[in-house]
């Protein structure tokens, strides 16, 4: 492995946690990224332009909606989805794919390489790769590859070169390791594009504000609709979407912020992917952040149903969110998300993802101790399309 290095006095810490921990030869290349996002933030154009692209090839703004013959018994709070599964190719992915992919193009870049565990990162980044005439390499686990075929089907379609990964836990975690090791090797022509707020600073810094559109939104919809949420629910794999939805709401101290993470099987000694619940203080992916590991640091394997869940370590800010009890955690099962999930399909006509299943249990299970005029909202991702063998499996 190469020599790491910690540059503490560097930006990008969010209390005790993010920083940049990469070996040396990337540090250049990450200077040069950050200075391009915030020359290219400041600048009107560049929002114009990413604007224009979020509205029209994107989907945005996606509507808030109400789902009420969803709940198992009335009585409860409402519940309102934020209908991320109605943009067009990959969810909320697509936020920060098409502000990476503008921002590598501003720098004179000609490609992009990124990881994907769900397959909605990867058809992001293919979709604005192909909408911007760059190549795209897209790293993949074995594991994920074999339950996500339609994904892997669509990311070929728009021209995309697919890296399938057979090392460790032939995962997300191990795509992500690949990405980074292609991107070292190529940083001269190609951009890591990040699905996630994790990794070295700036990258958790660019990705929350690209995702920041779904908490302004959301805040200006609810405002709309004279909605005072309660609480707002998502569910967290790399948490793009959390950190999206939740950047608009972190000063109302009064809204309960809900990380939800995946219990995996929920038997003793399981399995599981609850890291800002369980997880211990570490390096992982190039910034210090909360991980699955043992009492020698060892990275421990993630276990969803969920694959876009299936992840060891957490965005730097949500663990400094959760360390300073802004930001609660519950474990949601796999059992509970599939039953949460089809429960929707058949009451309301909605076919969510099965990381969306996660914060839908878990919003379902607070609303009921709530009164009927109280609300909370609940981040949908992306739709439950690339889940159907694994929603359709019992029958």
Known sequence: MARMQKREARPGRYGTFGGQFVAPVLLPVL??????????????????????????????????????????RAGGARIVLKRDDLTFNGGNYANSAV?????????GLSAVVTDTGSGQNGIAAAATAARFGMGCTIYMGTRDAAQQAAAVKKMRLFGAKLEIVDDADRALSA????????????????AYLAG????????PEMVAAFQSVI??????????????????????????????????????????????????TGEPGALHAARLSHGQR?????????????????????ASIAPGLAYPGSAPQLADLVHRRRVETV????????????????????LLCLEAGHALAAAEHVARTMEPHEAVVVMAPSSGD??????????
Not at 175 to 190: E, K, L, P, Q
Not at 386 to 395: A, H, S, V, Y
């Open 31 to 72: 200077d040069r990224l950050e200075a391009a996002f915030r020359e290219a933030w400041s600048d009107p154009t560049f929002h114009t332009e990413l604007t224009f692209l979020l509205n029209r090839f994107v989907g945005r703004p996606t509507p808030l909606f109400d789902i009420p013959a969803f709940p198992a």
């Open 196 to 203: 996630a707020p994790i990794g070295p600073h700036p990258y």
């Open 386 to 395: 690339k889940d159907i063998d694994i929603l359709w499996q019992d029958d």
């Open 175 to 190: 795509a992500t390791s690949a990405a980074i090791r292609h991107w070292m090797g190529h940083s001269d022509t190609d």
């Open 215 to 264: 908490g302004k939104e959301t805040r200006l919809q609810l405002i709309e609709g004279g909605i005072f949420p309660a609480g707002v629910f998502s569910a967290v794999g790399g948490g793009s979407s959390t950190i999206g939805l939740f950047s608009s709401f972190v000063d109302d101290l009064a809204i309960r912020l809900v990380a939800v993470e995946a219990a995996g």
């Open 99 to 107: 502000g990476q992919c503008l921002l590598a193009k501003r720098m």
């Open 282 to 302: 570490g390096i992982f992916h190039g910034a210090e952040t909360l991980v699955l590991s043992d009492a020698e640091g060892q990275i421990l394997p993630a």
């Open 331 to 350: 474990s949601v099962t796999d059992s509970e998300a599939r039953a949460a999930v089809r429960r929707l399909a058949e009451t309301e006509g909605v």
